[in-house]
């Protein structure tokens, strides 16, 4: 079966951002990956610049190095519904008919839940979908999902759903999808910063889906910013070292260490700035060892200082290359 990649995290951490990575690192060596949005938000049109994404696939991207493709879907709840309702029902007209009069939207919007039904269906019928050479079309499906604080209820919505319907198209169909979720072919990637708050989510969120029985894949630590400082050069801003700092200065040709030359001017504001990235650093250290005690694989993404256009999405779908992502 084709590998369900599901991307979630706190809100900020660039999780479509990494989804989108990912999808361009997975299609390689000719292969086909389908890139999902289930929000509604239209961010993975904005990453590569296309129009907003209608309910069908289409290409978006061709991947470097082997001529792997990206397709992508925004599924929407009220077309996904009349799918079903057309695959199951056999209504036809009489479902366009309940669109016109607004009953598919009122069904959508009234039952959350259901909406949820719909999304994760039809992400998983993509996954389990095979052409005529019994071949499934697409290697990779990847999901854009929901934030971290509710993922483990979205993702397990079908099983609530299969014990509420003991039997018929919907039982059958909520087994399906929970039978791709909870495969060993499907993985929940959380992605997070270096930051109190979303390492912590992340830890909540891996024990929720844990307990759900849902798999729980890898954590992808987003936006990392590099040390500029070295270890020596971290202990002396964490001291008082301003004479020091002022002669080195003055070495370096930036004026005199007296008390009023540039050099001793340029003091304060360096070991400002030395003392809040040493505090940083140390606060980073912290976030990586609660990380390493989820006892889970983790990637890295380097933070893009010039912010996030399609060159960049490349070099971050190189970087998971490299981290050996299909592995």
């Known amino acids: 079966m ?26 390689r060596e000719g292969g086909r990956t389908l890139l999902v949005e289930v929000e509604g938000r239209q961010g993975l049109a904005q990453l590569f610049g296309a129009e907003a994404l209608p309910y069908e696939e289409r290409k978006i991207a061709v991947a470097p190095g082997g001529g792997g493709e990206v397709y992508a879907l925004a599924i929407d709840a009220e077309r996904a519904l009349l799918d079903y309702l057309q695959m199951f029902y056999k209504l036809g007209s009489a479902g366009r008919a309940l669109k016109k009069l607004g009953a598919i939207d009122f069904a959508t ?20 979908r095979k052409d005529k050479t019994g071949r499934y079309v697409y290697d990779h499906v990847i999901m854009d999902a929901p934030p971290t604080g509710r993922i483990t ?6 099983d609530e759903v299969a014990g509420l319907a003991r039997f018929g198209p919907i039982h059958n169909q909520a087994q399906a999808v929970m039978k791709v979720l909870k495969s060993p072919e499907t993985a929940v990637h959380l992605v997070t910063l270096l930051e109190e708050m979303p390492v912590q989510e992340t830890a909540d969120g891996i024990e929720e889906l844990r ?85 889970l694989p983790t990637y890295e993404l380097p933070l893009l200082g010039a912010g996030m256009d399609l060159a960049g999405l490349y070099a971050l779908a190189k970087d998971l290359r490299k981290q050996s992502v299909a592995e």
């Open 211 to 295: 307990r759900a029985g849902l798999p729980v894949g890898r954590v992808v630590v987003n936006m990392v910013r590099p040390h500029h400082l070295d270890e020596d050069t971290l202990r002396t801003a964490a001291g008082d070292h301003r004479a020091e700092v002022a002669k080195s200065l003055s070495r370096a040709g930036l004026g005199g260490a007296r008390r009023g030359g540039l050099a001793e001017r340029l003091v304060d504001p360096l070991l400002t700035q030395a003392a809040e990235h040493a505090s940083r650093v140390e606060l980073e250290r912290a976030q990586r060892a609660v990380l390493a005690g989820l006892d």
């Open 109 to 128: 919007t009234i039952a959350p839940g259901l909406r949820d039904v719909l999304l994760t269906g039809k992400a998983c019928e993509a996954v389990r």
């Open 153 to 158: 209820r979205f993702l397990n919505v079908n």
């Open 2 to 27: 084709s590998r369900l990649q599901v991307v979630s995290g706190k809100g900020g951490t660039g999780k479509t951002t990494v989804a989108a990575a990912l999808a361009l690192a997975l299609a």
